[in-house]
């Protein structure tokens, strides 16, 4: 057997162990994933105040975007078809799932998407106690137009 597939073995388990040092697009993030097309891993923010959670969807507009509250937990699905880009033709899905906090005020949440393609969804915080039964409703997703950067923790 050659020598050279243990090599090669090697170089696979390199690979996969060190996704950092993917290789970056030109402005300076790393290149989107290959199925869902998100940029970043999503940035989940509870304080005293407010749930906020930033979600970098760039290549998604706001009617391929689903935002909906559940219970206690926000749906985030985005959805575009099959369309042309510089390596050809490529359609993206992804859901994520979050758990709100039990203080959130689930009458108040909001969310927007910037011109950027970071989708913010925030929901303030109250003292007191919430309502047990949180019925499904959706959520609209807003277009802002200026550019927002989510904030580096």
């Known amino acids: ?39 970043s891993e999503p ?6 105040d407010k749930f906020v959670i930033f979600l970098d969807v760039k290549h998604f507009s706001p009617e391929d975007l689903t935002v909906k509250v559940q219970d206690d937990f926000v749906e985030i699905h985005g959805k575009h078809n099959e369309r042309q880009d ?19 005020d689930q009458s108040a949440l909001s969310c927007s998407l910037s011109a950027d393609g970071m989708l913010t969804f925030c929901g303030p915080k109250i003292q007191t106690g919430l309502d047990a039964t949180h ?4 959520i609209p997703v807003s277009r802002e137009e200026k550019p927002t950067s989510a904030p580096s923790s």
């Open 86 to 104: 510089d390596h050809g033709y490529i359609s993206r899905e992804f859901h994520r799932r979050y758990r709100l906090p039990s203080n959130v």
């Open 43 to 48: 940035r989940v923010r509870s304080d005293r």
């Open 1 to 39: 057997m050659s020598s050279a597939c243990p090599r090669l073995a090697k170089l696979l388990a390199s690979l996969l162990r060190c996704p950092a040092k993917a290789k970056r697009t030109g402005n300076g993030r790393p290149p989107p994933h290959p199925t869902t097309g998100l940029l």
């Open 135 to 138: 019925a499904e409703r959706a």
